[in-house]
């Protein structure tokens, strides 16, 4: 457990806020789990067992909960549409009526002894709005109370919302705040009990994309501050009773199991790597194919860093704030492309929204020094969507790479839980953009599936990335990285995948990788090849 900044320090004479706040923060949780440990907290908490109060910090997968006002009549749509979106409804005993959860809001049940620390319940309310309030104020977001209801409101929409329930004197249940949240499966509720009432979201307020965990870390410090405590963070998996823990990730299937290669390619690889300083998406995303790539001496490079400026819910890339540039990367790039001796080379990069052209200007860079050191190099560039800086865009498709490859991910519905800081239409427009740049460039785009979507929805994504003008396609199974990421869906079998490439086959791909374990640079020399192949023939 590491220790959190002290805020608004507590005064020596008041034995209760000398207390720290434990915050355990759970990542992607269902509510069901969530619900059982906030009853082991408040049991805890009651029996003595537990000296610190705590507040759990978390999203939850899609979710409708009726509060003790709230019926199923308040719920617009039918069973059988919930069950075909996926989406739980389940009544709690909270105050309030209908609300729904999902990804890109976050939650935070605060288990507070409010005898202890001599709060009323309504005081306790208004601190819970006092935190979303410094929360959005922080990002530029002028909110307020509104006396219709609890919660914060902007421009009469709701932002945040607020329903407690007490047991023993002590709190459960807690606050919502709308961060990038899709906003649709309100529509289909009443939400709160309030007839015409829009919700909105923090990101559909700033007009920009938002990084959900740097708002965690607005309200972390506005909790020390509200509630006059020093804050001790831990992860949600830690000191918790077996039962408690969130599920078990499924165990794969006998298809996804591979041998690893042997042979000296690997440790040669692995080495160069790492004694030239550099960083590899193999080994950064966890790839399945790392021993296989490693073992034929070919790597991804990963530049701009090893930290992402995005937290995107599938990715194993770590999320801190971006580095400085490193000026000497691309010299000990292009050292690495000569010393392994390879005739086609993939760069990929960190997303650096922190950078005016989202890097472009680095894989400029990289490409000049590499060719200077390996003139017959092919060289494909696996992109960000650089925020859609067109000019950006423009600039590194002068350089005419061979490939420029940007992954579209998954289907749109998804887009909010998957990629909650990316947008759908603006990944198509970079594809299209490539084409209107240079015509003869050769584009790629990757898709995963597992998550959810359905074989109409793969489909369709499928045929707005041809539409666009894109040349290959590669498909691969998504996997967990880790219990904190989004849950498998489903382990897509090979059978489908192969249906799949007909299916990419027939809408005008000219080449197409599909299987469980392919990624987006998986081959990549081999899928760059059928294109000029079929550009010969």
Known sequence: MKQGRLANPASSDDSCESMSLEIEQWGLVSYRQAYARQLQLVDQLQRGDRDNDVCMILEHPPVFTLGRNSTAEHVGVSDTFLKRKEIELIKVERGGEVTYHGPGQIVCYPIIN??????????????????????????????????????????????????????????????????????????????????????TSMQRECKKSLDVEKVKETIIEAFGKVFQRETRISDGDVAQSAEHLPARRSAKPKWLKQKLPVGPGYEKTRRLVKNRDLHTVCQEARCPNQFECYGKSTATFLIMGEFCTRNC??????????????????????????????????????????????????????????????????????????????????????????????????VARLYPEVRPQAIYERSLMLLRNVKKFDQKTVTKSGLMVGLGETKEEIEKTMADIRECGCDLLTLGQYLQPTKKHLPVHRFVPPKEFDNLRERAFDLGFKGVAAGPHVRSSYQAETLYNQVRASRSA
């Open 114 to 199: 409010l005898r202890r620390a001599k709060l009323s319940v309504l005081q306790f309310v208004r601190n819970l709005e006092e935190i979303m309030l410094e929360v959005v104020k922080k990002f530029g977001i002028k909110a307020d109370r509104d006396p219709r209801n609890h919660g914060i409101w902007c421009r009469s929409c709701k932002l945040g919302s607020v329903g407690i329930a007490i047991k023993h004197g002590i709190t459960y249940h807690g606050l919502a705040l709308n961060v990038t949240v899709d906003l649709e499966p309100f529509g289909w509720i009443n939400p709160c009990g309030l007839d015409g009432v829009s919700m």
């Open 313 to 410: 819910r599938f990715c194993a890339v770590a999320h801190r704030q971006a580095e400085r540039l490193d000026p000497g990367e691309p010299h000990r790039i292009a050292k690495a492309v000569e010393d392994l001796a390879l005739d086609y080379v993939v760069l990929t990069s960190v997303t650096r929204d922190d950078l005016d052209d989202g890097g472009a200007g680095h894989f400029v860079r990289t490409m000049q020094a590499i060719r200077k050191i390996c003139p017959d190099t092919l060289i494909e560039v696996l992109i960000p969507d650089l925020m859609g800086n067109e000019s950006a865009l423009q600039h590194l498709c002068r350089h005419h790479p061979a490939v420029v490859n940007h992954n579209v991910e998954t």
